[in-house]
């Protein structure tokens, strides 16, 4: 018991001779999930900007005078003449083995009654892909367990591969079946104890789909005993748009330690259609110009700079990979329509 | 409201035009605006506007505002001041706030610049870290 009281007495003791600098600002207007700041002087672009009731922005705008944030959180606890703070960090989310079997939200937190994720590492979100001297080809294939894909167009580990197609084709069916055939193989080179098999983990990032959608994912890879080796990253269509555009980098973030940490990890993003969607929201009332569609210009840079993250790393920088399997959902007619 | 380019270049021009020697001169403002009603140039009153935020913008970056529990007495207020001179420069605005809420300790802010050393911050920086 005493010992308690030394530690918060030390704690006190710490706090007491600090003041501490900071750099705020005003909301002067907010809505949509996006404040505007006056003020924040030396807010940095993708920074965290701290509300009142723990509420969190992230400053995408950076104007003459004003500051554009998208909020995360309980975005109705914002309100006009509110004072924000800069914090000097980036957003991040927890990474490690910790986040394996569970489902979680774009922040990282638990949304399956597991109980709390503990992890020590935490990884930003944004982070600039590896370069040529940190990358090597691919030489090593990921078995996807569809006999037509892996004969005809085999994909390796740290490779990226698009999967395309209309609705209701069966593309989410490809991705379910590749995590099920790596969770089998994990499991099969574990149970024989091989030492030289490289386990593959993997991340499935769903992104605005029905929260109906991501459960039965969820179903089938428990079902099928793929979950010990999956996170499953949430963001559905009733997320604020925040939250389905990090969704994505949230996961990369995941693969990335995975990759960093000389492991093997293939991350599938649910799809990224959606995510475009959701980036043009935030965009438009943000009043950034848009383009064809109304997309924001930098739409391709988002996508781009995502995707990029996948990698194979040369032995000397621990040799682990990135899978990337990004799924886009084209918009055809449908039949009826088309023979009017 | 949508502003224009047209509005804010304008606008920004005048502000750049009331500074003399780095310093706003209220001379020169008025005669700025004088002269701009008299030209009546297109969407005048909307570069009013906007010159009149900016120059409250402008102004608030020169405006110190110190909070303190209780009444500070003057030997520590004119320090204060000399001090802050010294670091934003002559032509800053003191002003002395009694704000009972803070339980003790004093705040000031200067622009965005906040020094917070009052009971109540590290109160709740405390709860944070507990």
């Known amino acids: ?340 | 409201m949508k502003i224009n380019k047209e509005i804010r270049r304008l606008s920004r021009g005048m502000l750049r035009a009331s500074f003399t020697d780095g310093e706003l001169d209220p001379g020169r403002i008025a005669s700025l605006v004088d002269s701009l009603i008299a030209r009546k140039p297109r969407h005048y009153i909307e570069v009013l506007k906007h010159y009149r935020r900016l120059l409250r913008l402008e102004l608030e970056k020169r405006r110190a505002r110190v909070e303190t529990a209780s009444e500070a007495d003057s030997a520590i207020r004119s320090e204060l001041v000399a001090n802050l001179k010294k670091k934003y420069g002559s032509d800053l605005t003191t002003e002395f706030v009694v704000n009972p809420q803070l339980l003790g300790g004093m705040r000031i802010r200067v622009g965005s610049d906040v020094w917070d050393g009052t009971v109540r911050n590290r109160l709740e920086r405390l709860q944070q870290q507990l």
């Open chain 1, 1 to 340: 018991m005493s010992s308690i009281l030394e530690e918060i007495e030390t704690k006190i003791e710490g706090l007491k001779t600090s003041t501490t600098k900071s750099n705020v600002g005003v909301v002067r207007e907010t809505g949509d999930g996006v404040a505007r700041i006056e003020g924040l002087s030396d807010v940095m672009l993708n920074e965290m900007i701290e509300f009142p009731n723990g509420v969190f922005g992230l400053a995408l705008n950076l104007e003459e005078t004003e500051v554009g944030a998208i909020l995360m959180g309980e975005t109705t606890k914002v309100s006009e003449g509110d004072e924000a703070k800069t914090t000097g960090r980036l957003l991040s989310v927890p990474v490690g083995k910790a986040l394996l079997g569970r489902v979680v939200n774009t922040l990282g937190q638990p949304l399956d009654d597991k109980g709390a994720i503990k992890t020590e590492t935490f990884y930003p979100l944004e982070k600039i892909a590896p370069g040529v001297i940190k990358r090597r080809s691919v030489n090593q294939p990921v078995q996807t367990g569809i006999m037509a894909i892996d004969a005809m167009i085999p994909i390796g580990r740290g490779q990226r591969e698009l999967i395309i197609g209309d609705r209701a084709t069966g593309k989410t069916a490809i991705a379910i079946d590749t995590i099920i055939s790596q969770a089998r193989l994990n499991k099969a080179a574990e149970d024989q104890g091989d030492k030289n098999y490289r386990p593959l983990y993997c991340i499935y990032v769903a992104i605005g789909q029905k929260n109906s959608n991501v459960a039965r994912a969820f179903a089938v890879l428990e079902k099928e005993g793929a979950m010990p080796y999956t996170t499953i990253i949430s963001a559905p269509a009733s997320d604020t748009a925040t939250n389905q555009y990090l969704a994505p980098f949230a996961g990369a973030a995941m693969g990335e330690w995975f990759m960093d940490n000389g492991m093997d990890a293939l991350i599938v993003f649910d799809d990224l259609s959606k995510h475009a969607v959701a980036y043009r929201q935030v965009s438009l009332v943000l009043k950034r110009p848009s383009g064809r569609e109304a997309y924001p210009g930098d739409v391709f840079y988002l996508h781009s700079r995502l995707l990029e993250r996948s990698a194979r790393m040369a032995e000397n920088f621990g040799g682990g990979s990135l899978t990337a399997l990004p799924i886009i959902e084209t918009q055809a007619f449908p039949l009826i329509f088309r023979q009017t």
